[in-house]
RNA sequence: GUGGGUGUGGCGGAAUGGUAGACGCACCGGACUUAAAAUCCGUUGGGACAUAGUCCUGUGGGGGUUCGAGUCCCCCCACCCGCACCA
């Protein structure tokens, strides 16, 4: 037995090595304004929480972004591609809650915990970019462009109704609030009245919406997701008169996207919070308790679908300013205060609520559109949504749903009755977070000359250290010191502004920092001029909305502020799927960790009680079902190419993952035939090519070049699974071409050099390593151009084509590539002579190395 | 409700309109071994028959376009995701 069909590597001693290496030759770092002419590319993965440890996502998310970066910069490209921490947020203040650990202390010991880790995954980044959000030297500079984002008007301060987490004890931004819950506690959320720092993120509605057909290398669905959240609606608001004022209100103002069908008004229908039902409710019990049930109504989806719609008749009367008609005026438990104006028109014939909400009440139903003007059908129980054409309508009636909307709009305007109107989802960003673990924001309340900036020789404003968590709230209120300041106007007491930015606004121009993250301003020009935007950015999902959305305000904020020359942060972007596992439970149906499972033909069963398991669902990786799987703990057993090679290789990274021990063994098989190969093919090294090379070795040169071919497309696609399946094919073929001749000898060294380089992005190390002993004298693999296809040997020199009668496969036949035609069909004609026995052939069709296919009949 | 996506062997998945099931996992069979591990080789969509072979069938269902459809078009079904009392 010979050494090469022993030897095993050695993960465990090669990795740290070929790590050390990397890091000595520099191989990843940047500078901030490179000289070279080589192209930028800048490769940035969604930057971690340091919770403590890396999970599988992560593993996940920057193997992708490593592919990347290592496939471009052997593309020739001068690659960007750091990492930081998103350092601050409420984990650190429970710990610190808990554990009596300050928060600063926790979050550091977590960020060199999991940097670590990182280093042990051999991920190509350059940490010399490394920084965390709680830097002050970060958050610092944060302040600074808040600051000018005030100075430029995007700043406003202003009393708001905010929904409250009375557990956390914090506002959260309506992105936040989930099914009525806060997105973190889960605890129903209360609206209260606050004074509140706002960020006019509505200013650039228009624009982002805009923008999002310029994002042609985002997911359709991220896009879509966030034109939806932006919700651009155009329509009108019209002024409806009340027959008899209430409390001084004279009118009531509904917005509208269906002016075209005011003539089929039934009601008129307002918020349980609207002035008009608060004006009603001073002097109408009923109306009194009946907001008051609407207030007591869940918001959570649950809630809203089994809720009835629900309305109570004020006896109040509007005037409809095209009909002149007077109609009722109604409360109703399912117009919302916060969209439009709070008040609706009801109009039955076209929308399925109002119709529901007529004929629960009794309210009159007339028909105003119709599919024709000859078709004017009787409505039932469905409204006619869609479009169609006006009827029973005045001056409206014959024209089309679309030509009466402007029709509508212009009559309104005419007679001083409304006005065409443009309306957004969107609302302004609500920043200020009652929290300690953020950055603070560079405020002063001075109570004769309002809030000011903090002047820019007192920045950072820094955290204080020594605060306590006794009590609940925000301890910076607590702080006996920190909050009393002079004015920087009048110099007289003032007090610090004591809540800090909602930890969104750190990671909305981080990207923009690691461009420059030592610079003494927020960014540098030249730096981000180079850079930005970030060509592939890549990270989950579950930021589809908000990260996204904020960071693409706060890019063209800074835009404004001049920060950044670019409106867009993230030309590329790539979501990838989770990573899942089947969950356990034991008899008593208590989660069980995989390790503590025992899987046999059998059955499942607990490894140290032997009790039978209950295999569940496969679900995302999460720490409450117990279905995780530790990196640490893989790396350790396998080795880090395994893990990354696992996870790109058993299906499309879009898609989730599902980790499995059989499959991680399968990947970690494959390491090892790679270097056994690897090992026998450097002991018969042949660098130069012999002059003619013909048969079996021509052929291994052919798939070689093939599969150069084919890694790369595939690559580019983000189609990392399929690069895997050709890298085993090609690995399959070497190590099935057998026989010592020089020509062989050469196809195989040359197909074992190619695969090396193919590898390298994803199984750095084994990369490094298997590279080392074929090609010693060429250095680190990290370094090595992409290898290119020779075009010559992806011509073939022959083909197997297919032969088909009537479209049915009959036979296949080999055939020399770029075969004349007739002597194609010759041949395929001979190969299925038997079944065209008897039939004659209407039609030959030929597909040049592809296809004949024989249209016969009887 | 609304917008989007997905549907291919036991499983994950391949497949510029041109031989469906590459590649991996699992399974089964074999080699090596005292044995195990490791490694290597081979079979495996379903079905029928005259079983070294031949044929039928097969990409959620139904139509259509085409010489030819997993792929394009129309209708339907199922599942997943986002948004949602949005006027």
Redesign the pocket.
Known sequence: MSDT?TA?YDFAQAEPHWQEQWEKAGCFTALDVPSGDRPKYYVLEMFPYPSGKIHMGHVRNYTLGDVVARYKRAQGFDVLHPMGWDAFGLPAENAARENKADPASWTYANIANMRGELQRMGFSLDWTREFATCDPEYYGQQQKIFLDFWKAGLVERRAASVNWDPVDMTVLA?EQV??GRGWRSGALVEKKKLSQWFLKITDFAPELLAGLDTLERWP??VR??QE??I?Y?Q?ADVVFPLAEPVAGIESVT?????PDTLFGMSFL?V?PEHPVAKAVAETNAGALKFIAE?AS?G?S?A???T????GFATGLEVVNPLTGAKYPVWIA???????????????PCG????LDFARKYGLPVSVVVAPSVDDVPVIGAKAL?GAGVIVNSGFLTGLSTVEAKPAAIAELEKIGAGKGVT?W?LRDWGISRQRYWGCPIPVIHCEACGPQAVPDDQLPVKLPADVSFEKPGNPLDHHPSWSKVSCPVCGGEARRETDTFDTFIDSSWYFARFCSPRAASPTKLAAVNHWLPVDQYVGG??H??LHLLYARFFTRAMEKTGYVTVKEPFAGLFTQGMVTHESYKDVDGGWLYPEQVVKS?EGATHRDTGLPVVVGRIEKMSKSKRNTVDPGAIVGRYGADTARWFVL????PE????W?E??V??????V??LY?LAVSVAGERRVVQPAVIAGEAKKLRQQTHRTIAAVTE?LESF?F??A??????LS?AI??ASGDTDELLFARFEGADIIARLVAPMMPHLGEEIFARLRPELGLVALQPWPKADPVLLVLDE????V?V???????IIIPAGQAAELTLAAAEAAVA??LAGQSIV?K?H?PD????F?VKP
Request: aromatic share 6%; glycine share 10%; with cysteine.
């Open positions: 069909e095993r309506n989930i099914d359709e669905r879509l997701m939806n959240w919700g609606s329509g509904v917005y509208t996207t269906r229908a918020a609407c109504q918001t989806e809630a809203i679908e809720a009835e719609k629900r438990n399912f117009v919302l205060m916060d969209y439009g104006t709070g008040a609706i028109f009801g109009c929308d399925q609520r109002d949504d309306n989802r999902i579950e589809a909305i033909a290789s058993d299906n499309p898609r989730d993952v599902e499995t059989s499959g063994q399968g990947a970690s098989r494959f090892q035939r056994r595939a189609a699974n399929v895997v399946a050709k890298l085993y094919e399959g190590s099935g083909v197997t084509i297919a088909q009537n479209g049915k496969l009959r036979g296949t038997s079944v039609k069709i597909v592809r296809i004949v296919n249209v």
